[in-house]
C-alpha cells in the first residue's frame, strides 16, 4: 500500500472509483477516471475519496476502463481491510 501512496503523490496510474471496494476485482462499469496511460499489465492504484484503497494490475487501459460497460478493470493484489 505504501507503493499505492507514492504512486498517488506522483499523479500516475490512478484509478478513481465510486463505491467500497470489498473484493480483489474491480470492474470497469465501477470505474470513474482512469489515468489514460494505463496499458495492461502496469501497476495501477485504486482510489476513492482521495483514498488508497487499493494496488493491484490492470487488466485493461485507462482508456477502456473509463469507455467499457462490462469486464475486469484491474485485480486487486493489495487492499484497505474495514
Avoid: W, Y
Wanted: charged share 30%; net charge negative; proline share 4%.
Amino acid at each position: 500500500m505504501e507503493g499505492g501512496e507514492i504512486l498517488k503523490d506522483l499523479g500516475i496510474h490512478i484509478v478513481n472509483i465510486d463505491f467500497d471496494l470489498q473484493t480483489n476485482t474491480v470492474f470497469a462499469p465501477g470505474i470513474e477516471k482512469a489515468d489514460p496511460n494505463i496499458i495492461p499489465n502496469d501497476e495501477v492504484v485504486v482510489v476513492r475519496d482521495d483514498t488508497v484503497v487499493g494496488v493491484g494490475k490492470a487488466i485493461m487501459t485507462g482508456r477502456e476502463m473509463e469507455e467499457c460497460d462490462n469486464g475486469i478493470g484491474v485485480k486487486i493484489k493489495h487492499r484497505l481491510k474495514k
